[in-house]
């Protein structure tokens, strides 16, 4: 089964996202040459540096290391002795400028991430980036748009990164679809009259258009769906692939 699809971005206090690429790291620090430039009297010249790291057979991650800066990096509020992994949600403090790391499922919409941002504020430079200053959320911790993967590349994002929440569905009706998921694993799914492995099936052959995802939201009203994320996952791929070849 195919890798999840995964977008990474750094969103600032200023309601800034900046996309991070795989592969590649990127420098925090005042000096022009770095990648993020801080207008920062806190920050060093060369401050510190997030950097995308990759063990056989495990999912690549980022991690920051401080480049010997004088006021030293902050990861979720402990200052930081050697190089440090950061995970979905990690706060992360560059001098006076704190960021947070978001991991975004395909086709989600980085300007949904705003009302994500760290509670402090600031004046800082993101470089290229994407404004989030217009933001309208919805009280969604994300929205998106569906993308040629449909559902199914949803549904393995969730599994990699085990979200809890409800996944809304948007246009394949008068009245948005639910998937409940509790650690990554459907546990409940509402499309039209029907629930369970049907209806999500019905999702994955005819995708919505849209998406919302609300975190950590309430438990659903009932559950329809068992086994594990992969044996679902699994069960989708084979209706889909009988509904190609009819």
Known sequence: ????????????????????????????????????VLQDALA??????????????????????DLNSRNGVLVDNKRITQPTALTDGAQLQIGGQVF?????????????????????????????????????????????????????ELLQFFSATAKTGRLDLLGSGPTPSSVWVQQGTPMHVQHERMTGIDALAALAVNPPQRFAFHAEIEQPPMRSMQGSAQG????????????RRG
């Not at 679902?232 to 509904?243: F, N, S, V, Y």
Request: one cysteine or more.
């Open 44 to 65: 060093s010249r060369r401050h510190a540096e997030v950097k995308w790291a990759e063990d056989p057979g495990k999912p690549g991650y980022w991690f920051v290391v």
């Open 100 to 152: 947070r790391l978001h991991l975004l499922p395909p086709g989600g919409d980085p300007a949904s991430l705003g009302n994500q941002a760290p509670q402090i504020s600031s004046i800082e430079t993101m470089g290229p980036g994407v404004n989030l200053s217009e933001l309208a959320t919805q009280g969604a911790t994300y929205t998106g748009q569906v993308t040629e993967g449909g559902v199914m």
């Open 1 to 36: 089964m195919p890798v999840a699809a995964v977008d990474f971005y750094l969103v600032s206090a200023a309601r800034r996202a900046h996309r991070l690429r795989p592969g590649r790291g990127y420098v925090f620090g005042r000096e022009d040459g770095c990648d993020v």
């Open 232 to 243: 679902i996952l699994m069960e989708i791929a084979r209706r889909l692939d009988e509904a």
